[in-house]
């Protein structure tokens, strides 16, 4: 039995040699062919570099988004029809006192609403993130061309449902007068939609299910938009976990404090007291110890602050799709150790210990 065992192998390695030989006898043949036919040898592919990944990954992805109608289209025109909607609600505003609660309540809602709707987005995500997996198994480009190309592809859908419905409301509710307000009024409304695509690709890259991704989604802005300090204000928010750190990782506080100061700053209202004094509210005054906004800087920084919160949330989705490759490349190298060595005790059944001595 044991030589019979010893010619099965012999054989096997023998059959092996012949494979490998006649394996590398039809390389040499193919490469000599390309030669004829070519003048150069048959060389292995070299991948583009990272800008050409980035080029084509990009116009790609922006072409994959213009030709889809529920990525940005459909979206584009619901932000239009709230719209809409906001500027004849809150219609020329003018500066009375019951104003200063209803520019709060709008600028609130522009920020946070609207912006709450962009996880409509969401199965989009999850589609993009299967195309790379696949692709990324065959190594067509790398990881840092992928978040790169749809960083940048999003750019001029986010910029078009940024200032189109801005425009609508901004000036049909008569906020605050001047290019450079409402310039701010843009900028901010695009972080602020920015911020929740780069929060939903975390996301997705995360959990790959588009119905539990989008309930997670709006679970964790809905934590942010009641620590954001419009609902409770910020002096009246429980210290523990609701305002250290909830309070200042929601990116609502800095948009919702930026557009403030870019609105109240410069104004003034009248006062409420019913003594038969003329007196005013000036804006700052108004922001102290009303929003209780903080003013020790200016809107810029907070603007700033959700720009930094982009790069950081982006930076972070870098990192869990690299880690979720080495997870998953460390499970098949156990898994592949796993299987050779169970296939090492099938072929040699001889090196299982055997129990209860010698027989």
């Not at 020329?92 to 709450?116: C, K, N």
Request: glycine content about 10%; aromatic content about 14%.
């Amino acid at each position: 039995m044991g030589e019979g065992m010893v010619a099965l192998v012999l054989v096997a390695l023998w059959l092996g040699l012949l494979g490998s030989l006649w394996c590398k006898q039809v390389q040499r043949q193919v490469a000599e062919l390309c030669k004829q036919d070519f003048g150069e040898e048959l060389e292995k592919r070299s991948h583009a570099g990272f800008l050409t990944q980035s080029f084509v990954l990009t116009r790609r992805s922006f072409m994959n988004m213009y030709r889809d109608r529920g990525y940005y289209w459909l979206r584009l025109a619901v932000y239009i029809t709230m719209a809409l909607g906001l500027g004849t609600i809150y219609q020329d505003l003018g500066h009375s006192y019951e104003s200063i609660q209803a520019r709060g309540s709008l600028l609130m809602f522009v920020s946070s609403f609207l912006t709450f709707m962009a996880i409509g987005g969401f199965p989009s995500f999850v589609e993009d993130m299967k195309v790379f997996e696949r692709e990324r198994l065959n190594g067509h480009y790398g990881v840092s061309a992928f978040v790169f190309a749809n960083t940048f592809s999003s750019v001029p859908f986010l910029i078009l449902i940024s200032v189109i419905p801005g425009t609508i409301t901004y000036y049909v509710a008569g906020l605050h007068k001047g290019s450079e307000h409402f310039v701010y009024f843009a900028c901010v409304l695009f972080a602020c939609m920015m911020l929740v695509e780069s929060l939903m690709m975390i996301v997705a890259s995360i959990v790959p299910n588009f119905l539990m991704g989008i309930m997670a989604g709006a679970g964790i802005q809905g934590l942010m938009l009641m620590c954001g300090g419009f609902f409770r204000l910020p002096n009246d928010i429980p210290k523990p976990l609701w305002k250290f750190p909830l309070y200042y990782i929601a990116f609502h506080k800095y948009a919702y404090q930026g557009l403030f100061k870019n609105e109240f700053i410069g104004t003034t209202f009248p006062s409420s007291d019913q003594g038969g004094k003329t007196s005013s509210l000036g804006g700052e005054h108004i922001l102290r110890d009303i929003w209780q906004v903080e003013m020790g800087y200016s809107e810029w920084v907070d603007l700033a602050i959700l720009v930094g919160m982009i790069l950081l949330y982006r930076f972070l989705f870098l990192v869990i799709i690299k880690a979720t490759e080495k997870v998953k490349t460390i499970t098949t190298l156990l898994a592949m150790s796993l299987n050779k060595r169970s296939m090492q005790v099938l072929v040699n059944p001889s090196s299982l210990p055997v129990h209860g001595g010698n027989l």
